[in-house]
């Protein structure tokens, strides 16, 4: 039986594939692309781009959280808005909002192949 793309969507949001890119693979599609909005303009990702990307996260952050408040499905595509929360080397014990996230992602061959998303950094309180 195949699995859903909603899971497979939330159990990779729920994974630590951001500070452990070990288990990218197991999630993303060989052929992925990320069309990415984000404050800082509009960029387009492939697998190994988007690899790079999260390398780099794995280095920045002892540990990287999703916080999702909407999920829903249709098919192979799940829309989701999600928090995400970091705690940083520098400061393990305190965690950290650090961006707010929409994303549609498709699934093919039960892995992401393609991610439409907008992000806006978190606003610390101060």
């Known amino acids: 039986m195949a699995v859903s ?13 951001f500070v452990n890119t070990y288990d990218f693979e197991q999630y993303l599609h060989p052929e992925l692309k990320v069309h ?16 790079r990307l ?11 959280r999703n916080e999702i408040s909407h999920i829903f499905s249709n ?12 705690r940083t080397v520098e400061n393990p014990r305190e965690e950290i909002p650090v961006g707010y996230f929409i994303s549609i992602f498709k699934i093919d061959d039960e ?16």
């Open 75 to 86: 098919k192979n595509e799940v829309a989701a808005r999600f928090t995400v929360y970091v």
């Open 36 to 51: 990415w909005h984000a404050s800082s303009g509009f960029r387009v990702f492939d697998y190994d781009d988007y690899h």
């Open 54 to 64: 999260c390398q780099s996260t794995a280095n920045s952050y002892e540990s990287m």
């Open 111 to 126: 892995k992401i192949i393609e991610v439409h998303q907008t992000s806006h950094p978190a606003e610390q309180q101060h």
């Open 5 to 17: 793309a909603k899971k497979i969507v939330k159990e990779f949001l729920d994974s630590d594939v």
